[in-house]
Structure formats: C-alpha cells, structure tokens
C-alpha cells in the first residue's frame, strides 16, 4: 500500500508541479484534523510521515496522573504501567493512535484538508510559472471568443486578450496558434488571471531577441521602439562593439532574420535605424527613409524643428502622418516639420544663421518615383 502512495505522490508531482514534500505536508496534517474531530482537540498528538518509505506514525503524548480529568490529555496511572511498568505520576506517555478507529466525518474532514491543500498548491504552482514570465513571448492556442475578448490556452491555464490588446488586422481562429507577449498575471481566489497582447511593443522587442544572437550576447541592445500594431513600427537599436553593425545583425543575411519576425507579425513593417546620443542624430534617423536638411532640437523642452526637401516632405510625414508620429513616439520628442521652401520664406535660415551646403545625392525625380519603404 505504501508503495502505491509514494508512486501516486510522484504522479501527481510530476503532473500538477507541486512537490512531494508539500502533499506529505498536507497527508500529516489531514491526520492531525481528524484526530481534532475524534477526540476534540490536537494539541498533544504528533503525526510524521517517513519521506522515502511512505510509513506513517501517529501518537498522543500524555502525562500519568492518579486520576484522570482529561482523557485526552492524560492517562492514569494504571493505564500507563500497562504500556511500562516503570511509568511513575508525572511522566509522559507515548500512547499510538490507529486511523482504522477514526468515524466517517473525522475521515471525510481529513480528505478534504488534503483536497484543498493540492488545490492551494497547484493554483500557487500555476500562478509562479506565468508571473516568472511577465513580458515574455508565450505560445498559446486560441480557444473562442468571450464578447469582444479572446480566451487563449497556454498549457496550464488560460489567458484573456482584450479587445485593446488585439491587433485590428488579424483575424484569430479557434485552434490556431499563436504567440502573445504576457502583460499582467494576479493571483485571485479562482486562480491567477493572465492578460496577453499582440500589440504592445515588446512583443517586438522579444521576437528580435531570439532572432538575433548578439543581442541574446549583450552585443546589440534595443534602446527604444515605436510601434503601430499592424501597420508599421520603428526600432532604434545600438552596439557596444564596433565590429559589429546593429542594424545588419538585425535584419540578418538575406534578410532572414527580420523577415522571421515580420512573419510572426503578420506582415508588419519594420523600419530599423541606428540609435545615437544626440538628440538631433537621432531624429533625422528616426525619420528615415526620409532626407532631412536641418535638425533644431531642444533638449529642455523636448521639442524640435525639422527641415527637408521640398519633395521629401510627403515622405518625411508618412501616409496619414504615421512616420512623423511614430519618429516622436521613438524620440519622445515633439517633432515640427517643415519644407525648405517654407523655411526659407519665413528667414527661419537667416535667423539661425544657417549656411547652405546641404548636398542632395538623389534627384527630384528618382524620389519622386521610389516608394514609402
């Protein structure tokens, strides 16, 4: 019989992650309730259950008295030099108690303390292995829709992803699979409440990580993403070795290993540009693919004064303004942008005290048919 218990306790081990010595734990206590409804009280009795073996051993220590006022608690005299004839008043008696003689109440109370125990443990155990993965990718089945929210199943429990956090562009089929970056889990009565997203920024971040082998090494990092779920997003990343180019580690030979993320992306485009410490740098970057002349950025106020070609201005805001808006998103800069023909009659050039040497390697014309990357 023990050897069926210790191989039932290592299943359940194994199959609700919760450990063996938790459920002995709750066994030994289990048997402490039923003696507490046996014989109405507990505070003497002592059960230990032997780790390995699975034996059991279950005993009241009660002190020897002429006579008894608590049999629960005491053991006359006789009754004790029955045990050993050496026992004097005074002494305290290891008296063995038998399980076979508990009632059927004290048997079905002790059940559900172990019960409850496993419930606590597995509800626990679950909660630990999703909260250890805030902010990290999981994969998950999508199981049906419960109004305008999506219940996913990640393995253990379930997760919901609410209407803001779904991409508008995507279509979620039951049973597909599908990977979502892990916003919130709480622990509640019912067991932990996952949320999960499509949308958030770094569900990009982590796609790139596990795509890109220096930046698992420490070699590339990600200094700041800007993201329009579905549509387009802007990620400015940095080296700390000089022999290794950030945003060809990124993109990967042939492409490999931003297209494997654009994939998971349903089809998303990604504008990588190189991160800088100045300010100014890093928004003419930002707004790529477009060609900047002049870059006023005030660091204190957080804004800036962006000039472009005339024939670039149409590139440098984005279709529906989403390339300048996303530029600010990445910057955290307030971004005013302007043409070269607006700066000029305005004496904004003059004012500043801006000398024309801007050299433009492409023609009106080869801009004019290349389009928005």
């Not at 409804?37 to 390995?52: Q, S, T, W, Y």
């Not at 290993?257 to 994939?263: L, S």
């Not at 693919?289 to 984005?318: H, M, R, W």
């Amino acid at each position: 019989m023990n050897k069926e218990l210790i191989d039932a306790l290592t299943v359940l081990e194994k199959e609700k992650d919760i450990s063996r010595e938790v459920i002995m734990e709750a066994i030994e206590n289990s048997l402490i309730t039923a003696c507490k409804n046996h014989f109405g009280k507990a505070d003497n009795i002592h059960v230990h259950m032997d780790r390995e073996t699975g034996d059991y051993e279950m005993y009241a220590e009660k002190t020897v008295t002429e006579t008894v006022t608590d049999p629960a608690l005491e053991i006359s005299l006789e009754d004790a030099r029955k045990i050993n004839s050496m026992y004097q008043p005074g002494d305290v008696v290891r008296q063995d108690i038998r399980s076979e003689s508990f009632g059927r109440i004290a048997t079905q109370n002790a059940k559900n303390v172990i019960l409850q125990k496993l419930r606590e443990e597995e509800r626990k155990s679950v909660f630990d292995r999703y909260y250890s993965r805030e902010h990290q990718i999981i994969t998950g089945v999508v199981q049906r829709h419960i109004g305008k929210n999506i219940n996913i199943n990640l393995g253990k429990a379930d997760a919901i992803m609410p209407e803001n956090e779904q991409v508008k562009t995507e279509n979620y089929r039951p049973t597909e699979r599908i990977k979502v970056l892990v916003l919130e889990v709480k622990d509640t009565p019912r067991g932990p409440h996952i949320l999960v997203s499509r949308t958030h920024p770094d569900l990009v971040r982590r796609l790139f990580e596990a795509e890109v082998a220096e930046m698992q090494q420490g070699i590339v990092e990600i200094k700041a993403i800007a993201r329009e779920a579905g549509s387009r997003t802007k990620m400015a990343v940095v080296s700390h070795d000089e022999s290794v180019d950030p945003i060809g580690a990124c993109v990967g030979l042939n492409g490999v290993r931003v297209n494997a993320v654009v994939d998971e992306l349903g089809g998303e485009k990604i504008d990588i540009i190189q991160w800088s410490e100045n300010s100014a740098e890093l928004i003419e970057n930002a707004l790529s693919p477009a060609k900047v002349i002049l870059v006023l950025a005030d660091d204190d106020e957080k804004e800036a004064l962006v000039i472009v070609p005339d024939f670039q201005l149409s590139l440098a805001i984005g279709r529906a303004g989403q390339n300048a808006r996303l530029s600010a998103k990445l910057t955290g800069y307030k971004i005013d942008i302007k043409s070269e023909t607006e700066a000029r009659e305005s004496g904004l050039f003059e004012e500043i005290g801006y000398i024309d040497d801007y050299n433009n390697d492409y023609s009106e014309e080869e801009y004019a048919s290349e389009e928005e990357v």
